[in-house]
């Protein structure tokens, strides 16, 4: 079985609200997401299974000791996220912004 992998970048020192870019996700089923930055701004992250309709995706914080699963970060850090099936997109809409730049980085792999 062939393995793939792909690195998107979602927000790009982003200093506003925005989608940014989906990662569309056809043929990946994990994903790591880097959020960099010094920034005041909450990071949402959301997947989409029609394309238009996109809804609130829990991810793991890598640093959290308690493995706690969330759908939106306000600091830098590591998310992983498993098992997209038939889901075709994943964004990190920056949902609310202060100051300062958030750039988010994914890197999805899958068989």
Same mark, same amino acid.
């Given at each position: 079985?062939?393995s793939f992998s792909g690195?998107t970048? @979602? ?8 989608n940014? *870019?989906a990662?569309?996700l056809? =043929?990946?089923?994990h994903?790591? /997401?880097q959020?960099?930055? +010094?920034f005041?701004?909450t990071?949402a &992250?959301?997947? *989409?299974?029609?394309? %238009?309709? !996109?809804?609130?995706?829990?991810? @793991?914080d ?5 493995? +706690?699963?969330?759908?939106? +970060? *306000?600091?830098?850090?590591? &998310? ?5 099936v038939?889901? /075709?997109? @994943? =964004?990190?809409?920056? %949902?609310?912004?202060?100051s300062?730049?958030v ?7 899958? !068989?």
């Amino acid at each position: 079985m062939a393995s793939f992998s792909g690195v998107t970048t @979602l927000q790009s020192a982003a200093t506003a609200t925005g989608n940014g *870019t989906a990662l569309l996700l056809d =043929r990946y089923t994990h994903v790591a /997401v880097q959020v960099t930055g +010094t920034f005041s701004a909450t990071v949402a &992250f959301e997947v *989409t299974v029609d394309g %238009s309709t !996109w809804v609130a995706a829990a991810c @793991l914080d890598v640093s959290d000791v308690n493995r +706690t699963h969330k759908a939106t +970060t *306000t600091a830098a850090g590591v &998310f992983t996220f498993d098992e997209f099936v038939g889901v /075709v997109g @994943l =964004r990190a809409r920056i %949902s609310a912004y202060t100051s300062g730049s958030v750039t988010v980085v994914a890197n999805a792999v899958g !068989w």
